[in-house]
């Protein structure tokens, strides 16, 4: 049942905002879970609990930047069977990605920003809503969303959230749940993705080991030996060039190098993959 309530969006009364006391509890055990995360497999798991009684969701798209990279890092999960690499590779392109449109839009409102395909755009005090063609919101498979951050150009460390296939209502206490619960959500980020900036978190050099490398990472790993473009080993490899992209970003932060041809000589020193003959 779509539990969509609009009524008392633009009311700024303080009480009608406030948190009732099951969600006041719920907020609190949310917290105190958070300080208990250490990898990205807790953090799942911390929003499968109680975090999900507070915003109930299918799908999150994590984006993280440091100072020193222009761009966002971005990582997905997710307990649909009908959100997968391909609709994260759709929903992020450059071009005409709904999530990376609605991020951007984060980026300049700095506030909640719900996608729907009902209800009219609309600008609160607190959060907006946009309005989303049928069509295009199927094809995403994220049925209806909503995307905040935390920090800015300026921060040292920022963090993006889409949480989509949402159950939660589109009104003014979902949003002020989410604001609520983002600070939490950018420190968990954070310390369980330290790896994902090495020239700010890398836990890598610091105890001399070196991160796992995934079958497929260490599959892009040899192509990238061989001087193959992200475009050439997406064909070879049947995936976007997006993909590819995530890939070669994670093999960077595993290996706490800086640029394509370090990864590939220190994947070789280190004997991950054997030299191209």
């Known amino acids: ?59 999150v798209i994590i984006g993280v930047r440091g100072l020193e990279r222009a761009s966002y890092d971005y990582e997905y999960l997710t307990s649909s069977r009908y959100f997968g690499d391909t609709q994260f590779d759709q929903v992020l392109n450059e071009e005409d990605g709904l999530v990376n449109e609605a991020f951007t839009r984060w980026s300049k409102l700095g506030m909640p920003v719900f996608y729907h395909t009902e209800l009219t755009a609309q600008q609160y005090n607190h959060y907006a809503i946009e309005q989303v063609d049928a069509e295009r919101m199927l094809a995403s498979e994220l049925k209806r969303f909503v995307v905040h951050g935390f920090g800015n150009e300026h921060s040292r460390i920022a963090t993006m959230v889409m949480f989509g296939r949402l159950s939660s209502p589109v009104n003014a206490q979902t949003a002020h749940l989410l604001e609520l619960l983002m600070p939490h959500l950018h420190c968990a980020i954070v310390k369980v993705t330290a790896n994902k900036c090495p020239s700010v978190l890398s836990t890598t050099a610091r105890n001399g080991r070196i991160k796992p490398l995934s079958k497929r990472e260490l599959e892009v790993l040899e192509w990238l030996q061989a001087g193959k473009t992200n475009w050439e080993i997406g064909n070879i490899m049947t995936v976007s060039p997006l993909t590819i992209k995530n890939h070669v970003q994670n093999i960077l932060r595993k290996l706490d190098v800086e640029n394509r041809s370090q990864a590939a000589s220190k994947a070789l020193k280190l004997g991950l993959i054997a030299r191209k003959q």
């Open 1 to 59: 049942m779509d539990t969509t309530i609009t009524g008392i969006d633009q009311v700024n009364d303080q009480w009608t905002l406030a948190l009732n006391e099951e969600q006041r509890a719920l907020f609190m055990e949310v917290i105190e879970e958070s300080l208990r995360l250490q990898h990205r497999s807790h953090l799942f798991n911390w929003l499968q609990r109680g975090f999900q009684c507070l915003l109930a969701h299918e799908v």
